[in-house]
């Protein structure tokens, strides 16, 4: 018997953790087969790669970025080779499961609820060891003749559910004796915990009770041997990471003891459950190894006590601050558009709140009414309407019109090109620190509507069109000390990387004989002692490959280091060093004499 577990990863470089999980607790029962694929993948290649290997069962993985590609795929699977057993598992088809075997005529089996043990019984019903009525947490079809014809029909039959597994250590680990070549500089998502200990109506795991954590010891071996096979990150799914704070702190201090060099972690994390001691603990971080994401959601009280989340914002606000204090911790904080009683402008509030604690990314979402959540199954209460298809996102409640979500779907849009990707740090800060300090929102509604009115947003731009669309806008809109805003923006544009094509858009004047000044500059070791000191005993001609030399006619160093600084007119000369990776900034600048 041939059984294949497979799936739809969103992009070439994640790995899918449970179809790993389902071998391993399956695999001393018979020989299973992993394959995965993307959503980028062509269907017809995926569906001649799988057909050609003639399995007798299938089970795909389903999320609501894959779902309407796999059932495609399982539609056409079943025409080709209709003797081919075919199942589909995860959250897109746990929830309605009987509902999908109506829809979809073509697959054999849903899996509901947690997999492992079911898959495993699946098997051996498959095997012929087990009656197919004996395998809770499962959908399939029997044939029974209809009583109004005597014709035979199938009938949808539902199993009760299966138990959640109290020790989660039984489950085989997929780590061991890994292949590096399957996983070297891929993303892997991993857990060292299931459930969560909130109760948030928007979320799929308020329906799981309880949360329960595999053995600290498992988890060490775990990424142990992860760390060993090199991966680029590793991107804990817990829902909570530091629910358990004694756990947290233990996985953290093992990876920074176990740092290889390479590898990055990503945790999501309740801030405000981060107390002194942790926050004490998190200062001897090094740069960049890990990645806080933290779901504000919204600050707006009322929204919160709806959807069933606790949260203290005092609390959050310090620790973010504290955290960003250190410089060593990426920090990446969430807001949902669409959530009960916030409307357009206590979303603007709930913005500003998070926006002004000036952390590395603020992610503006919008509410999905995921399958299975209390808040799609209370969608009439608020007025919710919402796309009936993945990833079933709001299109308006009774707080919020259509047409604010649009505009606020162009702030998103704004907030990721201009801020979240980090190509214009100075820029937006001189901007909203000077004309949008009341409320920095105001800032990028402005903007999206200045982008909408030139129709920017149906056309594609690259990386010089950006810079010059904000430059207008700050000369037509603003149109104050336009001179300082365009050294600024020059800033920004070589701040990160080198190149030779500067735009002819940003005022460029060299000093006479600048380039044998810099090269000058470069051969002089108290220079390179004081500003360049990973490059001693380098010769200029190599140096020159990792740094860039750019005239500025105000001090925009001295507004980089602390953006209050009084702008004043001074022809300077400013040294980029691009060669060591950054983490926070692409680039280390310095004003220089040459």
Known sequence: MKILLTTLNSKF????????????????????????????????????????????????????????????????????????????????????????????????????????????????????????????????????????????????????????????????????????????????????????????QYCLSSTLEGLRYFSIDRIKEDLKALIDARVSQIKFIDRTFNANRKIAMEIMDFLMKNDNGFTTYHFEVTAYLIDDKMLEFLKDCKEGLFQFEIGVQSTNDKTLEEVGRRDDFERLSHVVRRVESYRNIHQHLDLIAGLPYEDYNSFEKSFNDVFNLDIEQLQLGFLKMIKGTGIRENADKHGFKYKDYPPYEVLYNDYMSYSDILKLKDIEEILERYYNSKNFLLSMKFIINKYYKESPFKFFEAFATYFDKNGYFDLAQGKNQLYKILLDFYSEEIGVDTDVFRDILKYDYVSLGKSSNIPDFFVREELEDFKNRCHIFLKDEDNLRLYLPNYKDTPAKNIIKYVHFEVFDYNVVDLKDNIDSRVIKDKNVVLFEYGNKKIFDKSKAYSIQI
Do not use: Q
Not at 44 to 58: C, M, P, T
Not at 136 to 154: E, L, P, Q
Not at 178 to 195: A, C, W
């Open 13 to 200: 470089i994640h790995t899918n953790l449970a179809i790993r999980y389902l071998k391993e607790f399956a695999k001393d029962i018979t020989d299973i087969e992993i394959r995965e694929y993307t959503i980028n993948n062509d269907l017809d290649y995926i569906l001649k790669d799988i057909y050609r290997h003639d399995y007798d069962v299938i089970l795909f993985s389903t999320y609501i970025w894959n779902i309407e590609d796999i059932v495609r795929l399982c539609d056409n699977l079943k025409k080709i080779s209709k003797d081919t057993k075919i199942a589909l598992g995860g959250p897109e088809v746990s929830y309605d499961s009987v509902k999908a075997m109506e829809k979809y005529d073509f697959v054999d089996y849903i899996l509901y609820g947690e997999g492992e043990k079911i898959f495993r019984d699946l098997v051996r019903h498959i095997k012929g060891e087990l009656d197919i009525s004996e395998v809770k947490g499962i959908v399939y079809r029997k044939k029974v003749a209809d009583k109004t014809n005597s014709n035979i029909i199938d009938k949808i039959i539902l199993n009760e559910p299966m138990e959640l597994i109290d020790d989660l250590d039984i489950i085989p680990s997929p780590y061991k004796n890994i292949n590096r070549d399957e996983y070297e500089n891929k993303i892997v998502y991993y857990e060292s915990s299931r459930g969560c200990p909130f109760d948030c």
